[in-house]
């Protein structure tokens, strides 16, 4: 990873951070590399950069998203150090602790969040990213109407997508967004980070929940709850979903209605990549009883 050190090294010096004793990179971002900056003072800061030129203001917008989480919502974000086009600073967090006393303080973090900012409307002022893939976030007053072609329909033109469902899986999701007002209880709009999975969630020096990489709106809450539902999270998070259920009274059927929320999610991930992690088996599986028979 020595060449992605050297190109974060370039990219500082060229925002006119000179002070940079050595950066050493980092695995796991999908979309932009990254790497921790040991500066001349003792400090260290987290960068990100991309390495080829992104298609619109992506880090603007998730720095515009951690201050929001923060200053509205009063989740533990990283400080913005400096954000441009193509770069982005940010002061260095913990991993996330193991333990449930970790997730039992990221319900009551989650539940503050979505109980505390609920909003008349669906959307967001600007468009954001998911990834490296816009998130349109035109306003709505209807949250079935908003998620059906913002959050869904959206997915469908992308090639990747086009490549892995059929038309019998592309009818069956536009049923299913027919549907939505039958599937789905009407919920009000509150501040969610949008792509609220394990990866994205780190720790403060204290060891507080922390979260980095948003893509946020004004959405429904359960948008949060189904990505971390879904995306394997440790054995010690079991007590997490009963306690945020508890803390926001959240009904009984919110289990069963995961799969249809998350949707937006794997068309997300299976529109931008190559491995799709199980993403399309997850989007037929269920799709499946929206297909017309014959």
Known sequence: MAGTAEFLLGCLRRAGIRDVVSVEAVAGGLAAVAGVAALGDGTAVFVKAFEEPADGDVFGAEAEGLTALRELGGVATPEV???GRDLLVLSVLRPRPRGE??????????????????????????????????????????????????RLLRWVGEPRVEAALDSGD???LERLCDLLPELLPGR?????????????????????????DPAVSYMWAEVDLAHVWTTSPPAEAGGFFGLYAELTGLDAGWVERMPIIQLRQHLAVLAQFDDDWGAAGSIRSTLAPFRRVG
């Open 81 to 83: 150090i400096r954000v």
């Open 101 to 150: 006393g970790f997730w039992e303080q990221l319900a009551h973090a989650l539940a503050r969040l979505h109980l505390g900012t609920a909003h008349p409307r669906f959307g967001w002022w600007r468009d954001n990213w998911l990834g490296r893939r816009r998130q349109v976030n035109s306003w709505s007053e209807d949250g079935f109407s908003f998620f059906a072609e913002h």
């Open 170 to 172: 592309r009818a069956a």
């Open 188 to 212: 009000p709009a509150c501040l969610t980070h949008g792509d609220f999975w394990t990866q994205n969630l780190m720790a403060t020096a204290d060891g507080r929940p922390a979260l980095i």
